[in-house]
């Protein structure tokens, strides 16, 4: 993809995905809802910074967003302007034939409702959600899957793989966002059978190092083993992805899941501890710190 690039939101994930779209020698217009992160951030990675949404949509080629919710990105690409996100949309002013790359996490149903409002002012909307954490931002090596029309997704390829390793094109519109929820109501069971396995472990007088070793050689192993193992063991739990993200997400799967008719109780049960977990404090923090409360309710400490 030749031309401009805009790119909407520079948090722990988008600041990263963005400079690694730099490195690549994309040209970028940013825009951040809090003006001094995204003037800082334009500075230190040679970037234009925007007045607004509008103003991204106006120059460029391809605008790519990295939001908390789909109200928010709602707001940005199809919106009357809102309080998340100050100043006009970026309809008003965006050229004919924009593609708009959502790579924020939100309900597919809110996906196509975006797309079908975009459609109709001429703009094309790919849904590319990201895996793997703010390391893999940095280094670029993140999984993205990607929902979209064939040919909207080989215009977006390109910008795509500046950021990622792994990428899958998973079908239709809002389907990159079903296979991301699917995936995090996972992850978040898995980190809470990994924090209760520590529990039992700690309880019962075994070597947790040595069951670390075991489960990760094992078929016990996991990425949430390796990655949140640690993190709950010295109760460290510097965000790489806020514990609210994730209960957002997997609400939003037993959601989807509800209104097929499609049972998930396990995610059902992860959503009750991180929930949980929010009603403690820890919403901002990782969502390792659903260990938090497991060790309440089992009277374990690690």
Known sequence: ?????????????????AANLRRAGFELTVFNRTRSTAEEWGLEHGARVASSPAEVGAECDAVIT???????????????????????????????GLLCIDMSTIAPSHTRAIAEGLDERGARLV?????????????????????????????ARPVLAAMGELLVHVGPLGQGQMVKLI?????????????????????????????????????GGSAMLQLKAPAMRSHDYTTLFKL?????????????????????????????????????????????????????????RL
């Open 1 to 17: 993809m030749s031309g401009r690039v805009g790119f909407i939101g520079l948090g722990i994930m988008g600041s990263r995905m």
């Open 66 to 96: 990295m939001l908390v919710d789909g109200d928010q990105v709602e707001g940005v690409l199809v919106g009357t302007g809102s309080v998340e996100v100050p100043g006009p949309p970026v309809r008003e002013s965006a050229r004919e």
């Open 127 to 155: 849904d590319a959600p990201v895996t793997g954490s703010a390391p893999r931002a940095e280094e670029g090596t993140l999984t993205i899957m990607a929902g979209g029309a064939p040919e909207d997704y080989e215009r």
């Open 183 to 219: 995936n995090n109501a996972v992850a978040a069971v898995n980190a809470a059978t990994v924090a209760q396995a520590l529990l039992v472990g700690r309880r019962t007088g075994v070597d947790l190092d040595a069951l670390e070793r075991v489960m990760a050689a094992g078929s």
């Open 244 to 300: 609210e993200h994730m209960l957002k997400d997997v609400r939003l799967c037993l959601e989807e899941g509800q209104a097929a008719g499609v049972p998930f109780p396990f995610a059902a049960l992860a959503r009750e501890i991180l929930t949980a977990g929010r009603g403690r404090g820890l919403g901002d923090l990782d969502f390792a710190a659903l260990i938090e409360v497991l060790e309440a309710d089992s009277g374990v």
